[in-house]
């Protein structure tokens, strides 16, 4: 029987890991955050008043099984002068979709059995959240965009509105043999899954493994000069200590003028290991050279990253 592996996460990081993950003998329940407010999924959430669908539409593209040319079809976004500006169709075929039926989780189930994905793709909520957040100095921010463009350190992350978790959920972590909390923004694609008490609680009464996977680079604001142990304490703090079992993170070592370009450009540092502190937490870690830097930019390799995930299930 295949190990039950649930990951949650949003953006391109849950997107990434996914592509790798989807080609190994795992059955895979990725859970997906329905906060985002920019771009074309901003819109289409204030003009439909929808959840957004722009993070389930780069999952369902990634873990396709159909050729590229289809998956690719999904991602093309419209350069118009028109309303369909910067639009993406499967952004657009997943509100249709959502309009005709009202629901989302329905919705998503249409679009895996056309894109043929395999395995289980669900939303975190049917509703339409705002994401909040309290700044360090005290200062409310409003909307998943807002946060992230205000490059502020966050004292507390919440939503507007109460949420109501679809149980699929629950049914989905208490089954689990593996939780992966993804790497992608640590307060907008993680922690809008853990602030919903309900899947927090769930996710501590698990049977299963709880497994981080620590983020590249930091956040400019965010997570300025955060190590891995910096990330796993933001978790903590909505998990509860003892939660988290083990870490993954990258010691690749990246040229220096990488670096330099990563810091000029977007104001990001490469987040650092710190061992000690890690293992002062409790928590397993497992380093490798993970990073690749063959398109120009800091990303983990899919492939190199999934068969570490699954070595440590079978082990």
Do not use: W
Not at 223 to 230: C, H, I, Q
């Amino acid at each position: 029987m295949k190990k039950k592996v649930v990951v949650f996460g949003g953006g391109t990081g849950l997107s990434f890991l996914l592509r790798g993950l989807k080609d190994f003998p795992l059955d895979i329940t990725s859970i997906i955050t329905v906060s985002d407010s920019g771009r074309s999924t901003g819109k289409l959430r204030e003009e439909f008043k929808s959840p957004a669908v722009g993070d389930i539409r780069k999952v369902l593209s990634n873990m396709s099984e159909l050729p590229s040319e289809i998956k690719e079809i999904m991602e093309y976004r419209f350069n118009t002068y028109s309303d369909l500006d910067g639009h993406p169709l499967g952004n657009l075929v997943l509100t249709a979709m959502f309009n005709k039926t009202r629901n989302l989780k329905k919705s998503i189930d249409y679009l895996c059995k056309l894109l043929d994905v395999k395995h289980c793709v669900l939303p975190l909520s049917e509703d339409y959240l705002t994401l909040m957040g309290k700044t360090t100095d005290g200062q409310i921010i409003e909307g998943e965009d807002n946060l992230t463009k205000a490059n502020k350190k966050y004292k507390e992350i919440f939503y507007k509105e109460e949420p109501h978790v679809i149980p699929e959920v629950f049914d989905a972590i208490k089954e689990a043999d593996l939780i992966i909390l993804s790497m992608g923004s640590l307060y907008t694609s993680v922690l809008p899954h853990l602030i919903c008490k309900d899947v927090s609680k769930a996710i501590k009464k698990s049977k299963a493994k709880v497994m981080y996977i620590c983020n590249a680079m930091t956040q400019p604001g965010e997570t300025d000069n955060f190590g891995v142990s910096d990330h796993l304490q933001v978790l903590e703090k909505y998990l509860g200590k003892g939660t988290i079992d083990v870490v993954i993170a990258s010691n690749t070592i990246v040229s220096k003028k990488m670096l330099e370009k990563y810091k000029s450009e977007e104001q990001k540092d490469q987040v650092f290991i710190d061992i000690d502190k890690i293992n002062e937490m409790g928590i397993e870690l497992i380093d490798s050279d993970l990073f690749t830097t063959e398109d120009g930019t800091i990303k983990h390799n899919s492939l190199k990253l999934s068969n570490l995930i699954f070595s440590y299930l079978i082990r």
